[in-house]
């Protein structure tokens, strides 16, 4: 049996969590779910693991920014995936985008790392 855990409207807060889950081996799904524009993640979770994925949502919920929630992305070598093995659609979004966007991109980092060594 499957328990619904939350929502998050936010990819990279959805990621976040789903670390530190992973770094607790904690076990939980997410379905990415697009309406009008919007795109929500929710969480589950198996029986076993419910109650502690539960207040690991609410405690997130209340306080996203505690280290432990941060650190937790740079325990794992891996980007945080669902249950099922599917990436959370980073990937899918970073190969969607056009050759404009990634020029744009990797021209603001030149920019940043020039302005950051001109400083020191």
Request: hydrophobic share 40%.
């Amino acid at each position: 049996m499957v328990t619904y855990i939350g929502e998050l409207g936010s990819q990279r807060a959805c990621l976040a969590f789903c670390d530190y889950l992973k770094v607790k081996n904690l076990t939980f799904r997410v379905d990415e779910r697009h309406d009008s524009g919007l795109i929500t993640y929710t969480i589950y979770a198996p029986e076993q693991d419910a109650q502690e994925v539960e207040l690991a949502f609410n405690n997130f919920i209340s306080n996203p920014n505690r280290e432990e929630y941060l650190n937790a992305s740079w325990q794992l070598a891996e980007p945080a995936q669902s249950s099922a093995n599917q990436s959370l659609g980073l990937s899918n979004i970073w190969s969607s985008v056009g050759f404009f966007t990634r020029l744009h991109s990797r021209s603001l980092y030149s920019n940043f790392c020039f302005v950051l060594f001109r400083l020191v």
